[in-house]
């Protein structure tokens, strides 16, 4: 199981490769099947890339001081729920419903869905810190603004974690699903 761990594995392990190979992702988007709701899953991977990097963002201007407390918390309110709502709607569907097919479609990758599901048990416990963080900045900005520093400094190390886990599971999940859902025209 280590070996395909989030947080060591460096991308998509060799042996769930199979289908990569023929498919490398530089010509997804020109073939036949890259149907719209791949494009659209795809475009989900990268609103919450942006989403990361944007709560990381603010959370270092905010500690540099180049951020007002009572923007941080109104932003970090609205992107964070953003994030933390979205990623666990995503989950959800990706575990109930897509990885399923997926797998029915292709019985060679079962256990990297398995890998990709247990991705999704990881970035959980990190999500449920960032939503703990994240409630308490926004009531601090109300009853101790000057309390907040310390928290965003846990919020900035939480959303750095998340940040590279989340990177390292989509780009994987990409590097599986799409090939399966090309090959087996899924979407056409
Ligand atoms: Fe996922
Ligand atoms: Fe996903």
């Known amino acids: 199981m280590t070996q395909y761990d989030i947080q060591t594995r460096k991308g ?5 490769q199979a289908l990569l190979t023929v498919l490398p992702r530089d010509g997804w ?27 990381r963002q603010d959370s270092e201007d905010f500690l540099e001081q180049k951020q007002e407390d009572q923007t941080y918390a ?3 309110a609205h992107f964070g729920m953003l994030l933390f709502n979205n990623l666990h709607g995503h989950h959800s569907w990706e575990d109930r419903s897509f990885f399923p097919e997926l797998e029915a ?8 869905l398995e890998m ?8 959980d416990g990190h999500l449920d810190q960032f939503r703990r ?14 309390q907040m520093k310390d928290e965003a400094g ?4 939480t959303v750095t974690t998340i940040d590279g886990f989340l990177e390292r599971h989509l780009t994987d999940e990409e590097d599986l ?7 087996h025209a899924l979407r056409g």
């Open 105 to 112: 479609a292709d019985p060679r990758f079962a256990r990297g």
């Open 116 to 123: 990709l599901e247990s991705d999704h048990e990881a970035l």
């Open 74 to 76: 109104a932003r970090l």
């Open 29 to 55: 988007r020109d073939h036949p099947n890259f149907a719209r709701s791949i494009q659209n899953w795809m475009g989900a991977h990268q609103m919450f890339r942006g989403l990361t990097g944007q709560i």
């Open 154 to 157: 846990q919020m900035l190390d």
């Open 133 to 146: 963080t994240g409630n308490r900045l926004v009531q601090l900005a109300t009853l101790d603004p000057t």
């Open 177 to 183: 699903a799409v090939p399966i859902l090309l090959h």
């Open 12 to 16: 998509l392990p060799q042996e769930m």
